[in-house]
């Protein structure tokens, strides 16, 4: 008899991490997986859910515009609370730190049902950086009977806590298996990566910066700062800007009073997956407080300035190929001008590298369930 995974996830991010696994579920003998979606983002979420091919057994729906966090997280959890009690699965598997996660491991605890967490160990020390998602993450940690560790470094994290080394499994992170995925789609189809076609042939030789921001820390003085970086980097005639910009509303606000239209800027509406890989495989520079984004970057050897003060990804410092800058303006403006100016500096951090997993995540986090259901 087959054994009922119940994957959650609302992002663009957990969709982007999450369809390898749903794939790798759904191949392995023993499994059924089905797929609930809260859709706390829902125009981003579509966008890959598309892209994947991955067409969600339930979807929740869940998003309102200006949404309080207490608000978003009590309807999270009525609402997959009635969706586990519906689909009565023998495991709920969440991923990473949004409020999705943390609902959906509270629902399943509430339950008696086990749950599985994807990217389990990632820790900033800081509660309020980044803010909610390092208390979200740390609630799924005790909740969890398998925590999928994306690196030594996660699970070393996971221990010092208390947590039962046998539960702990270093997998790799499934955001280089989504990547590997893409990157072969588009390279046999480059029809794939057309979003990002016209404005990449535009730059015309430039040296390509690719900036994404949306980190709630940000929100306000760091957003403005940023914005006038970007107008300062901009200035320069050897550069071009390619700026998909988050459709929050604290970053649309900022981008259009601080940054204006430049002839050198493309701000463009969110890319899809392949878009933006391709977008990332041609650039220069990366200038992002994503967190995703820190872990593809050095799979393709692009440096990576984080303009955040902490990460919970510290093996592409570590490794060389990213660095934390913060979000002041005058150091955003040096640390790049730095990159482009110093041929050494730019070396040292342009190496592919994979700290992050390579690309067979999912396949494990399978096998680790059924060998799990077969004891
Ligand atoms: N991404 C995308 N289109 C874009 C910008 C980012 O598909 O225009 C992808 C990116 O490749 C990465 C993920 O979105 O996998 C990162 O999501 P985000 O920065 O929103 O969230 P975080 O990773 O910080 O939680």
Redesign the pocket.
Known sequence: MAHTILVVFG???EA?KLFPVVRALGGTQGLRVRTCVTAQHRG?LD??LTIAGLVPDRDLDIMEPGQSLDRLTARLLIGIGDAIDAERPDMVLVQ?DTATAMAGALAAYYRRIPVAHVEAGLRSGDIYHPWPEEVNRRIVAPIAQYHFAPTRTAADALIREAIDPASIHVTGNT?ID?LHWTRERIATDPVLAQSVAPVLSQMDGRRIVLV?T??RENFGDGMASIARAIGRIAEREDVGVVF?I?PNPNVVAVMDDLLGDRPNVARIA????P???AA?AAADIVLTD????QE?APALGKPVLVMRETTERPEGVVAGTAKLIGADEDRIVSEVFTLLDDSDAYAAMARAHNPFGDGHASARIGKVIADGFRR
């Open positions: 992002t663009r991010p982007i981003l966008q890959v990473g955001v989504a994404t949306h980190r998909p988050h969110p890319l899809d997956y878009g933006f890989i990332l994503s967190g995703g984004v593809e």
